[in-house]
T-cell receptor, first 113, second 110 residues
Framework: DTAVSQTPKYLVTQMGNDKSIKCEQNLGHDTMYWYKQDSKKFLKIMFSYNNKELIINETVPNRFSPKSPDKAHLNLHINSLELGDSAVYFC????????????FGPGTRLTVT | AQRVTQPEKLLSVFKGAPVELKCNYS??????LFWYVQYSRQRLQLLLRHISRESIKGFTADLNKGETSFHLKKPFAQEEDSAMYYC????????????FGQGTELSVKP
């Protein structure tokens, strides 16, 4: 009964490839997020979706395209992967987007070689 | 600018010693502040939020608007407190995003 799940857990791929990371939450939340954690463990918001609508795009390159097919899912597709995309990507969800606790997934470690 | 600063990358204390993890923020509005914790091989989870003013696992944090600080304190550290701690700012009406500090790794030695 995992609250926020991500697949895959690990992803190793070569530069130039296209890859997707999936996120699902079963908490009944209406807002979902993607965060990127770099090698220094610094966490930074990438996107925020509320009821399938994009509400934050934090100046992320347009090689990154999030898609929310429904409130419970937020996927992240990355085109033309670069070395600098190597990081841990965390999905999170919350009830509403005007503050409050966010529930995080386990993370997806992406390594681009 | 909206920013959260955690000046210590690593904090090492002995079991039973007091611990204080520092957090300072920069935000022009009324802040909503959180402490999140990530234990080894576990996901990030909420430890405290300033609105609730409660003590979780013996930890407390007080918002000091004059000093723009939200330091996390525990009087007697336990080995199981060893983890990565993140202070986070939730700016009002900005899509729910959290602005995280760089994180402090707390190591409690026996």
């Amino acid at each position: 009964d995992t609250a926020v799940s991500q697949t895959p857990k690990y992803l190793v791929t070569q530069m130039g490839n296209d890859k997707s990371i999936k996120c699902e939450q079963n908490l009944g939340h209406d807002t979902m997020y993607w965060y990127k954690q770099d090698s220094k463990k610094f966490l930074k918001i990438m996107f925020s979706y509320n009821n399938k609508e994009l509400i934050i795009n934090e100046t992320v390159p347009n090689r990154f395209s999030p898609k929310s097919p429904d409130k419970a899912h937020l996927n992240l597709h990355i085109n033309s992967l670069e070395l600098g995309d190597s990081a841990v990507y965390f999905c999170a969800s919350s009830h509403g987007y005007r503050g409050g606790e966010q529930y995080f997934g386990p993370g997806t470690r992406l390594t681009v070689t | 600018a909206q920013r959260v600063t955690q000046p210590e990358k690593l904090l090492s204390v002995f079991k039973g010693a007091p611990v204080e993890l520092k957090c300072n923020y920069s935000y022009s509005g009324s802040p909503e502040l959180f402490w999140y914790v990530q234990y080894s091989r576990q996901r990030l989870q909420l430890l405290l939020r300033h609105i609730s003013r409660e003590s979780i696992k013996g930890f407390t944090a007080d918002l000091n608007k004059g000093e723009t600080s939200f330091h996390l304190k525990k009087p007697f550290a336990q080995e199981e407190d060893s983890a990565m701690y993140y202070c986070a700012l939730g700016p009002y009406n900005q899509g729910g995003k959290l602005i995280f500090g760089q994180g402090t790794e707390l190591s409690v030695k026996p």
